[in-house]
């Protein structure tokens, strides 16, 4: 599969850019990109933020996710503090990252 130009991967390492992040959602959609984001490591502190349902209600289900091990690494549980608005199965693993490096055309970290 190849890359597609109008696909943006934004992986989320820090847990201090949360309004960058919802602004830089809504830019990238009203250019018409898909976005995908993947929390890990400290920034899964940012689903417990006030801002975070309105990313949730932003960002198809299939396309954003949170990594598991960092949200258990952090003290969460992954089956019973599921963040509001998203299901279980977007608790995933670091292939979830990798799918986003293999499919999107632009990338960018935070």
């Known amino acids: ?16 850019y949360m309004p960058h992040l919802v602004k830089i959602v809504e830019a990238a959609q009203r250019a018409g990109k898909k976005v995908k984001v993947f929390f890990t490591f400290k920034a899964i502190h940012l689903t417990k933020q006030p801002d975070f349902p309105k990313l ?5 289900e299939d396309d954003l996710a949170i990594c598991a091990d960092s949200y258990t690494c952090e003290g969460f549980d992954v ?6 608005g998203m299901s279980p199965k977007q ?16 990338y960018l970290v935070l």
């Open 56 to 60: 949730v209600q932003m960002i198809p």
């Open 79 to 84: 089956e019973t503090d599921v963040p509001g």
């Open 1 to 16: 599969m190849g890359k597609d130009p109008d696909k943006l991967g934004i992986f989320v390492t820090t847990p201090q």
């Open 91 to 106: 608790m995933r693993t670091q292939a979830f990252h990798g799918a986003i490096l293999e499919e999107c055309g632009k």
